[in-house]
């Protein structure tokens, strides 16, 4: 049996190596990550009459079902459990739904997938290389669609469209998603030992930040927002990395002054708590859009929350509420729509979903492995990031039935389990960059390998 080196406290042991079931269930993880966030279907002719989606979904969970020991499958962490519960409680929504198929084909064909990647990430994800090479497929192909769609600049009503036809098309999503990324994308910056690569991830940062305001996407700025404030004290503060702070400070105000010159987007923030002046709404300007939209908004959230007080136990089904209410607009938010739509048992899962994987990324800063590895040091900064901006960032956008909020979700569970264990000094065998890897330079008295996370 292929062995690896561990340290615990009494010493250097052999422990086993990753089982090949294992490894076939990462690579099934790993290729539906790909398909899910670059859509290679849209840009390669032929492929949209593939149903890659459909392939990848069931290629993980038949790798969830023959990839998982049974051993492992008695270790489901408690947000894995909350979401097979959620998932449970969906389905017996759909005998009730408004508009049963619809209900259906949310449970079926959206939802169920990210409880599927979910609990796959959280068994299947061991080691701190493969969580850095799905956050990298992640990080980097949100970049690299929001500098295509920059430079391509496709715009509806002023604001700047994503590429792409599924997540990351609309401008709410396509700033949602950039916020979340934003941090990962930082820590990989950070990350990165050449300087190439982290001009290339410095390029990348600001492309993001470009984005989100030609989104105009105003939950996109309050999720951005709050992932920049955290950013800051994690990366920043603790990580006592000073140059940052005052690069940030500069870049701040130079950002504020040019929204604010800005009466377009002065405009579009303001109109989240009032209406525009009569002057700007000629018809078809942004001004007008966002006083509809905040009208619009205002309405359905009101018909949200009656709709969840009138169908408490099991709502008016998953995926229905654009159909009952005859206006075939989302809320644009994720928990009132969540509880009109599956009633309040599963608002009431989606926060505790929320709350525990907050209670497990504090957690981690006091496992072992956060101690003594700042690589996964930096990993629990990007995804903590990363979940408040999504908490945000949900107030203001129809995310639940996404399976981003779900990465997430996988990747803090994974994370957890990594740290939670003694630092391990792996084969050179083992850190084959085919695996997603590069050099360890080993813990503790090693200050190389230190230094080269906290640059």
């Not at 930040?209 to 939950?219: I, K």
């Not at 990366?235 to 000073?242: A, L, M, S």
């Not at 003594?372 to 999504?390: C, F, H, M, N, V």
């Amino acid at each position: 049996m292929s062995t690896q080196l561990q340290f615990q406290e009494s010493g250097w042991v052999m422990a086993p190596a990753q089982t090949p079931r294992a490894t076939l269930a990462y690579r099934a993880l790993v290729f539906f990550s790909v398909v899910y966030f670059f859509r290679p279907e849209d840009f390669i002719p032929g492929l949209t009459y593939v149903p890659l989606g459909k392939i990848a979904g069931g290629i993980a969970l038949a790798a969830l079902i023959f990839g998982v020991k049974r051993t492992e499958r008695g270790k489901i962490p408690l947000e894995g459990k909350i979401l097979l519960f959620l998932l449970a409680h969906l389905l017996l929504t759909i005998p009730t739904a408004f508009w049963r198929g619809g209900a259906f084909d949310t449970v079926i064909n959206k939802f169920s997938k990210g409880v599927i990647i979910a609990l796959l990430i959280s068994l299947v994800v061991t080691k701190i290389s493969w969580l850095r090479r799905l956050l990298y497929i992640q990080a980097s192909a949100v970049a690299i669609v929001t500098i295509a769609s920059l430079i391509v600049h496709h715009t509806e009503d002023g604001r700047l469209m994503g590429i792409q036809k599924g997540i990351l098309e609309n401008p709410n999503d396509l700033a949602i998603n950039i916020a979340i990324n934003f941090p990962l994308c930082m820590a990989f910056m950070f990350a990165s030992k050449g300087g190439m690569r982290k001009l290339l991830w410095s390029f990348a940062l600001i492309c993001l930040l470009v984005g989100v305001v030609a989104t105009y996407s105003r939950s996109g700025m309050i999720a951005m927002m709050i992932t920049a404030m955290v950013c800051l004290w994690e990366f920043g503060v603790k990580g006592r990395r000073f140059m940052l702070l005052g690069v940030t400070m500069i870049l701040g105000v130079l950002a504020l002054g040019g929204l604010v010159a800005s009466p377009k987007y002065r405009s579009r923030m303001a109109s989240l708590f009032q209406r525009p002046g009569a002057s700007s709404l000629s018809e078809g300007s942004m001004e007008a859009h966002g006083e509809g939209s905040l009208e619009q908004r205002t309405a359905l959230l009101k018909e949200s929350i009656s709709l969840m007080l009138h169908h408490p136990i099991f709502g008016v089904g998953p995926g229905n509420f654009p159909a009952i209410t005859e206006e075939w607009r989302v809320v644009h938010n994720t928990y009132t729509e969540l509880g009109a739509e599956g009633g309040i048992p599963a608002l009431g899962l989606f926060f505790a979903l929320l709350f525990v994987s907050m209670g497990r990324i504090k957690r981690v800063y006091k496992l072992p492995g956060y101690k003594t590895d700042p690589e996964i040091r930096i990993w629990t900064s990007a995804l903590w990031a990363a979940l408040a901006g999504y908490a945000a960032g949900a107030l203001f956008a129809s995310t639940e039935y996404n399976l981003f909020p779900y990465f997430i979700v996988g990747y803090i569970c994974a994370l957890s389990r990594i740290a939670s264990k003694p630092a391990e000094v792996t084969s050179t065998a083992s850190d084959d960059p085919q695996n997603g890897s590069r050099e360890k330079l080993g813990y503790g008295e090693n200050r190389e390998r230190e230094l080269a996370w906290s640059r």
